[in-house]
């Protein structure tokens, strides 16, 4: 498969307003590469640096040292600017401030409208995009109608009508409920599998991460863990150590294992857990 | 509550005049506030009141949303007639006191001025009535692009505008949240002495304006992840199409404007 | 006798329009002197309108609410006090700060009160050492300081109102792993000191499960049940009904006993199941 992200050695420091104090360097040498297709989810606590790397991959950040190549486009290529922010979405937290219009359709028709798409292919576009996001019955309504999930999953149709290769979601679910958690979620792994869209879910839930292709996780401004979800989660010290969650059940291998049982930490879900348990008793 | 509050004054429907093309509605509202002008007796008045009420029936809207619209300035309509009321000293006296004198001329002048603006406000009243203040700033901006050749920002002020309406409900939902939160820290902003109740609102206005302008910057942010960069090049989602009912209705009140002219010159 | 209680209580919104709804329908219950409660339930199942209820924002269409076995609404002159006396910190609490400094915004509730210079700078210093602020920072702009710092001064802001009911709706919301230990430990130490009644609102089966004596549940306006920890999540096949979730923990028990190992307890906490599957083990081993 085909590389969509390539970042290399990536350095990034924010100009402080005083000349006198040093730039902070928020990310410190960063080595990515993300294929086409994939669902890969970035972790750390807040302040790591993930939201920062995000914003590379859409250049509203630009590197200090380094480069950040989206689908071929060096992202400090400043003509192919809009190409490249077509190529590679961006959906934000909070939902309510990345809606622009009062209406559902226009909203989600805003990139296109910006894009100048001629008006037939952009009604079909944005009747295409709600309908994969679910929301079509709602596209007349205003925005401030909706639940969190609703408009969150009106954003991701916003950007899905640009017909994005990849798009990259900053903690799309940090102000939602579990009721819109999910169905945020569900949205974004049907628009990985039918649609073959990468995503890069930056996210603090590891509950959410367990279900990706690939975990990276970040502290300090560095990639410190990059595997598959159940061998991230093994390591347990590891990421409490950064002050990151595992999921319960891998936490309760890992204790397991820690008192001489017989069990693998490389556990992630309900089933496998129970599984393995049910193994311990019956050896 | 707060929250009770409409903004914009909108209410949705399927008549003849909602669906009438919005440019054409603020052009006819234009041609009807120049119709209330030009007539200057009381037959004028009938024939501009006959569009109005006309107009009104078409829109299916209850009467008594429109006597809503000019109860506000009703303190206003009673200063203009009094003082057409004592400062007219022609025509015959009909009574008189002290130093106040009531003519003929003046009572009619009163009541011609508070027919002219009732019929003023009920009718363009009208227009926020029946179009969703999105569509009006839609409109409004195609009306004015021709303006956009000796450079006045036309794209960007209905850019603005059409934020500032989808924000609307979100901050005041958000002030609702602040006022109820601070409540809860004793502060008194329904009740207490004014002094109090000023340096209270401090504590609403300032989180407030915090919160409008981290909104304002993830905004933009998430506008140019949207590929925004002004209006050049735009294409827009929401059609405006003129059908012959627009043109007709515009025709019809034409015809008003022309009637009211003819009357006002014969009478 | 209960701290707080609340009878029939029973709240519409926009009386006599085509919006009216029902948010809180004949709710009854009672909450004793220093318990602490986890509070669950969908958006929209009138959990928010019920606490909003108990610091008397919110004047109920019917019913009662009882501070100390007195009707709240009795004397409406005496609602403000009702609001020292049961402290409620919203959701996202940070964006009401508005001081120029953390001192002074945390001093503003006690402000209000009416209290003197002395006993204020009292309250202050104590929750910010309880909400683990350190001194240096009461002096800084509130608005320098990180998202989990802010949530503290603003949580710190109603507790130095020493209210002896503390209601925090959902207080890690949106904070990352750390960030939300952090709170959660010391509410709880807050708590043991002053033994005060505390509500929590969250929607994290996982917290819920590590500090709660018992768990109000709302759905659909109704109180779905208010009961010991245990028993709630006994309940487990009926929480998921009402869509809610238990701890995943304690689904996983739910499978082992599909799957025929059934240890007869229920649950909740990772250290219990260690410890109980460990003891498990080792009678097993004798036997």
């Known amino acids: 498969m085909e590389n969509i992200i390539e970042i290399k050695g990536l350095h990034f420091s924010y100009e402080s307003d005083d000349a006198e104090k040093k730039p902070v360097e928020v990310l410190k040498g960063i080595d990515l590469d993300i294929k086409q297709g994939e669902f890969v989810a970035v972790l750390g606590h807040n302040g790591c640096g993930k939201s920062t790397l995000a914003k590379h991959l859409n250049a509203i950040l630009l590197p200090t040292e380094g480069t950040v190549i989206v689908d071929g486009i060096d992202t400090k290529d400043n003509e192919k600017l809009f190409d490249l922010r077509q190529r590679a979405g961006m959906v934000f937290q909070n939902p309510d401030n990345q809606i622009v219009s009062s209406v559902v359709e226009e909203d989600v028709a805003f990139a296109l409208e910006n894009l100048g798409v001629p008006y037939e292919e952009m009604r079909r576009r944005v009747d295409d995009s709600l309908k994969a996001v679910g929301m079509y019955d709602y596209r007349l309504h205003s925005p401030s109608q909706l639940s969190g999930g609703q408009k969150q999953r009106v954003a991701i149709a916003g950007i899905i009508a640009m017909e994005p290769k990849c798009i990259i979601l900053d903690e799309p679910t940090a102000m939602l409920d579990p009721q819109g958690r999910k169905e945020v979620l569900a949205t974004i792994h049907r628009m990985n599998r039918e649609k073959g869209i990468t995503i890069v879910l930056i996210t603090h839930y590891m509950d959410e991460a367990a279900d990706c292709d690939r975990v990276v996780v970040m502290d300090k401004g560095m990639v410190v863990l990059d595997n598959v979800p159940a061998k991230v989660f093994s390591q347990v010290d590891k990421l409490k150590a950064i002050g990151l969650d595992v999921p319960q059940v891998t936490e309760l291998a890992w204790e397991l294992l820690k008192a001489g049982c017989d069990i693998s930490p490389e556990i992630i879900s309900e089933e496998e857990c129970a599984a393995a348990i049910e193994k311990l008793f019956n050896s | ?267 | 006798m209960a701290i707080l209680e609340t009878q029939e209580l029973t709240y519409t919104y926009s009386v006599g329009t085509p919006f009216e709804k029902t948010a809180v329908d004949h709710v009854s219950l009672k909450i004793e002197e220093g318990e602490m409660i986890g509070v669950m339930g969908h958006t929209g199942s009138g959990k928010s309108t019920l606490i909003q209820h108990f610091n008397g924002l919110l004047k109920p269409t019917s019913g009662k609410v009882l501070l100390d076995g007195k009707d709240i609404w009795a004397d409406k002159d005496k609602i403000r006090d009702v609001r020292f006396k049961v402290g409620l910190v919203f959701q996202y609490p940070e964006y009401q700060i508005f001081e120029e400094t953390v001192y002074k915004d945390i001093a503003f509730g006690p402000k209000n009160m009416g209290l003197d210079e002395a006993e204020i700078k009292r309250r202050v210093y104590e929750t910010a050492h309880d909400i683990g602020l350190s001194e240096e920072l009461l002096e800084r702009s509130p608005f320098e300081l990180s998202g989990g710092q802010k949530r503290r001064v603003a949580i710190a802001g109603v507790m130095a109102m020493e209210p002896r009911v503390l209601i925090l709706d959902e207080p890690t919301a949106g904070l990352d792993p750390a960030g939300r230990d952090k709170i959660l430990d010391h509410i709880k130490s807050y708590h043991e000191r002053t033994k005060n009644t505390i509500l929590i609102v969250s929607h994290s089966m996982e917290d819920i499960a590590t500090f709660a004596d018992r768990i109000l549940v709302m759905s659909k306006a109704k109180l779905f049940c208010c009961d010991e920890t245990v028993k709630v999540f006994a309940r487990a096949d009926e929480i998921s009904r009402i869509g809610l979730d238990v701890p995943q923990i304690t689904r996983v028990f739910g499978e082992l006993k599909r799957r025929g190992l059934d240890f007869g307890k229920e649950v909740y906490t990772v250290g219990y199941a260690r410890d109980l599957l460990l003891r498990q083990l080792k009678e097993r081993e004798v036997r």
């Open chain 2, 1 to 267: 509550m707060l929250r009770d509050i409409t903004i914009g004054q909108y209410f949705p429907g399927n008549s003849v005049i909602h669906r009438l093309d919005p440019r054409f509605k603020i052009i006819i509202t234009i041609i009807y506030i120049v119709m209330l002008f030009t007539g200057d007796n009381f037959l004028c008045l009938a024939v501009g009141a006959v569009f109005t009420f006309g107009a009104i029936l078409l829109s299916r809207i209850p009467l008594k949303m429109f006597f809503k619209s000019v109860k506000p300035l009703f303190i206003f309509l009673i200063i203009t007639s009094l003082i057409n009321l004592l400062f007219m000293s022609r025509g015959d006296v009909l009574f008189e006191w002290k130093f106040i004198k009531i003519t003929d001329e003046g009572l009619t002048t009163s009541a011609f001025m508070v027919i002219r603006i009732v019929l003023l406000i009920m009718g363009t009243s009208l227009l926020t009535y029946t179009t969703s203040p999105i569509t009006l700033t839609d409109a409004i901006e195609r009306l004015l692009s021709p303006l956009r050749k000796i450079k006045f920002p036309v794209h960007e002020l209905a850019m603005m505008m059409s934020i500032a309406l989808r924000f609307i409900p979100t901050l005041i939902e958000e002030t609702d949240k602040i006022m109820s939160a601070q409540k809860a820290r004793g502060a008194e902003i329904d009740t207490g002495s004014f002094a109090v109740r000023a340096k209270n609102l401090v504590s609403i206005l300032v989180p407030l304006f915090i919160s409008a302008f981290r909104r304002a910057d993830e905004l933009a942010t998430a506008m140019e992840c949207r590929c925004y960069h002004g209006g050049e090049g735009r294409t827009r989602l929401r059609q405006l199409r003129s059908a012959p009912r627009d043109y007709i209705a515009l025709a019809v009140t034409v015809l008003f404007l022309a009637a009211v002219i003819v009357l006002g010159k014969l009478f």
